[in-house]
């Protein structure tokens, strides 16, 4: 395989009706590269995944997958991508050991090697006491791990996961993570959305920020933090409702005020002094805290939303 | 089949973007393993009519004539309700449980992720869907050879148009299925099978309708008992070719709506 992208996309549209759900955006994902996908709510994040995975049509502008036209070669991308959408769609009428088996056929896998990969991964998505049983009967949890299973048995060159950890428990995220990891290693590419912070500064080398159809920021976690957030951030609480009456008091402090609907941060490269500084004006929080910045803050900065909403 | 024989170069644009429809019949036959109970239950229709036409009306109208043969009721009847059997399975599974998996459970977005296309979904639920008419008219067959209306051993060539019926029927169902809005949609189903299932030259010959035939002849269920009933009779005619074609046409358009709704429904 040559170093040519995975996904090429350029002035990429996507279109529902009239509504534009994708503004044109141009990518580059390299092979073996882990990339992620960050933005609110309606961003447009799953729009250009579904885009990529050959179910969604391109409306304008171009995307390459593995150099091919999904247009046209549709099924041949298919056949090497891995694929967890964002809401699980089991086959309810089957087991979720079948459900694996006959995923693995749809790719043309012997069944007995299906059988085999099926085992394997149940067992690492810890569900082999349940694969015989239903699917309905499952968790929530458990369906999305029984999704991930899915999406690796065809063994993909490259793995599209949509919010893969939303609804797993912490254990079950960082077994998850794990294995991403160890894949990563393999040289399968990874390509992921997250509403989760601490997952894209894990396992992405390389983030887009999406907002209203429109990537807003493109670089490493380290990068975007250090090009759009300040060292260090103060976390101040006041008493319920007070946040906004103290926004004028706390003018000039720091080089940026976001003013959440539960707390203030001040974005600074010396949280203590800061601090000091907020006392000396005659506030008194009911709390603070000096952390470091996170990408959190740079989501914040760049699309104007807390996670929290 | 090599892909640049003439065969191939002519089927329609469907077949050719088709790559493994046979794994969705895999699929259902997996679901199927577990409650082979559905099998039984769609071809009594049929088999409670050929009862009561064996015990009952056989004996007041005595023999009918067709193709210049003088037939006793029930064996002209019986190859009727065998044709109506093959499309009662095919309909029956073409129509609620692909609606099922269309609008409910998200069975084909899980399909269409993997290198299946929409052709494959379409061609694989018909064919699955035409298998168990086949089913129902095997099952339907050895019923006639029990109770000794099975006639010659031509009622072997009626299987082959068995499975025609059900091909069309199917993708008929399938296609018709995908425009359906509710479950109160179905309602249509039964409002169209019932005369379907009676006024296809089925307890009758078709001349018994007089100027009435033609609207028969628009029943693609009467091209199917025709074909049939010639078949189990041992009877060609040129007329048949006409039925088939008719089968064949209904089973191209049904399919080829089918596909392009999926792909409009479910790739947006
Ligand atoms: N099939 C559809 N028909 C019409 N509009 C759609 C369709 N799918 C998505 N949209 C719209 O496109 C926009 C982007 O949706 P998308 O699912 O891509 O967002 P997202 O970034 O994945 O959001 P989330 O974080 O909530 O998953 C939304 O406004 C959504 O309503
Ligand atoms: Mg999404």
Redesign the interface.
């Known amino acids: 395989m040559s170093d040519s992208p995975v996904i090429l996309a350029h002035s990429l549209v996507k279109r ?1 009706g009239s509504f534009e759900a994708v503004k044109g955006i141009d990518l580059e994902v390299s092979p073996g590269e882990s990339f992620g996908f960050l933005g609110p709510n309606g961003a447009g994040k799953s729009s250009t995944m579904r885009m990529i ?1 050959g ?3 391109v409306t304008e502008g171009v995307l390459r997958i593995f150099g091919l036209d999904p247009a046209v070669a ?3 991308i ?2 090497r ?1 891995g ?1 967890v ?1 964002q ?1 699980d ?6 087991t979720p050991l ?1 459900n694996l088996v ?2 693995g ?4 896998i012997p069944r007995s090697e299906c059988v085999e990969r099926a085992r394997e991964l149940l067992e690492f998505v810890q569900l082999t006491d349940r694969s015989g049983g239903r699917v309905d009967a499952l968790s929530g949890g458990m369906k999305r791990r029984l999704t991930i299973a ?1 999406g690796l048995m ?1 063994r993909p060159e490259m793995l599209l996961l949509d919010e893969p950890t939303t609804g797993l428990d912490p254990q079950a995220r960082h077994i998850l993570w794990d294995r991403l990891y160890r894949l990563k290693q393999q040289g399968v590419t990874l390509v992921l959305t997250t509403h989760y912070m601490d997952e894209a500064e894990q396992l992405c080398d390389r983030l887009v920020v999406m907002d209203a159809g429109r990537i807003v920021a493109e670089g490493s976690p380290r990068d975007l933090i250090t090009n759009y957030s300040t060292r260090e951030v103060l976390e101040l609480r006041f008493s319920a409702g007070q946040n906004a009456q103290h926004e004028a008091q706390l003018t000039g402090l720091g080089e940026r005020l976001e003013v959440l609907a539960d707390r203030v941060l001040v974005y600074t490269e010396d949280g203590e002094s800061a601090l000091r500084e907020v006392h000396t004006r005659g506030m008194r929080p009911e709390s603070s805290l000096v952390r470091r910045s996170s990408l959190e803050d740079v989501f914040l900065r760049l699309t104007g939303r807390s996670l929290a909403e | 089949m090599s892909r640049d024989t003439l065969i191939w170069r002519i089927a329609p644009p469907i077949l050719r973007n088709a790559h493994r429809p046979q794994r969705i019949v895999e699929r259902n036959a997996i679901v199927y393993r577990r409650t082979p109970m559905v099998f039984i239950s769609g071809f009594f229709e049929p088999l409670f009519y050929l009862l009561s036409f064996r015990i009952g009306f056989g004996a007041l109208i005595g023999d009918v004539e067709f193709a210049g043969m003088s037939i006793e009721y029930a064996k002209f009847v019986a190859p009727a309700l065998m044709a109506s059997s093959a499309m009662n399975g095919a309909v029956y599974d073409s129509t609620m449980n692909i609606y099922f998996k269309l609008r409910y459970s998200k069975t084909y977005d899980a399909m269409l992720a993997s290198p299946l296309g929409a052709p494959d979904v379409a061609i694989g639920e018909i064919l699955w869907a035409m298998l168990r008419g086949f089913i129902y008219s095997l099952s339907f067959l050895a019923c006639l050879v029990v109770l000794g209306l099975a006639g010659s051993w031509w009622i072997l060539a009626a299987l082959p148009a068995c499975l025609l019926i059900g091909l069309a029927f199917a993708a008929v169902g399938m296609a018709l299925t995908t425009y359906m809005r509710s479950w109160a949609d179905f309602d249509w189903v039964q409002t169209i099978m019932l005369p379907l299932f009676l006024f296809s030259a089925t307890f009758y010959p078709l001349s018994a309708y007089g100027d009435f035939g033609w609207i028969v002849q628009l029943s693609p269920l009467y091209h199917g008992a025709a074909l049939v009933r010639g078949a189990s009779l041992g009877v060609a005619t040129w007329g048949m070719l006409v039925h088939v074609l008719v089968l064949i046409v209904l089973a191209v358009v049904g399919l080829t709506v089918a596909t392009r709704r999926i792909e409009t429904l479910l790739l947006k």
């Open positions: 529902f995975a179910v969604s049509p549709g099924s041949a298919r056949n991508l694929v959408p809401a769609n089991l086959d309810g009428e089957l079948d006959i995923y056929r749809y790719f043309d899915r065809n």
